[in-house]
Nanobody, 124 residues
Framework: QAQLVESGGGLVQAGGSLRLSCAFS????????MGWFRQAPGKEREFVSG????????EYGDSVRGRFTISREDAANMVYLQMNSLKPEDTAVYYC?????????????????WGQGTQVTVSS
């Protein structure tokens, strides 16, 4: 069983930046593709970004492309989400997830493990 723990959320003003971190343990990190999802109140959980097992393939949701950057550090079993130019509509609980599927996985139902989430609030 893998465990994922997110950190780095908080309250930030519009235009600001935050860096989310996800610590992975319990399984071999390099065998998992990783993703970030978010869920705002009353909305479905949506894909934010994904990175393949090798780190070679990266994808972003349309609403964050150009502002967010995903990365992984296999030596530390970590995945990060750098969020710049934050907007009030980015306010949500952000979840880290791991999948055994290859490539980039956008479908949340294809992820095997999830973290507990970290709150990001962007004030206007």
């Amino acid at each position: 069983q893998a465990q994922l723990v997110e950190s780095g959320g908080g309250l930030v003003q519009a235009g600001g930046s935050l860096r989310l971190s996800c610590a992975f343990s319990g399984r071999t990190f390099g065998r998992f593709g990783m993703g970030w999802f978010r869920q705002a109140p009353g909305k479905e959980r949506e894909f934010v970004s994904g990175i393949s097992r090798s780190g070679q393939f990266i994808e972003y949701g349309d609403s964050v492309r150009g502002r967010f950057t995903i990365s992984r550090e296999d030596a530390a079993n970590m995945v990060y989400l750098q969020m710049n130019s934050l907007k009030p509509e980015d306010t949500a609980v952000y979840y880290c997830a791991a999948t055994t599927r290859s490539g980039i996985v956008i479908d949340k139902n294809e992820y095997n493990y999830w973290g507990q989430g970290t709150q990001v609030t962007v004030s206007s």
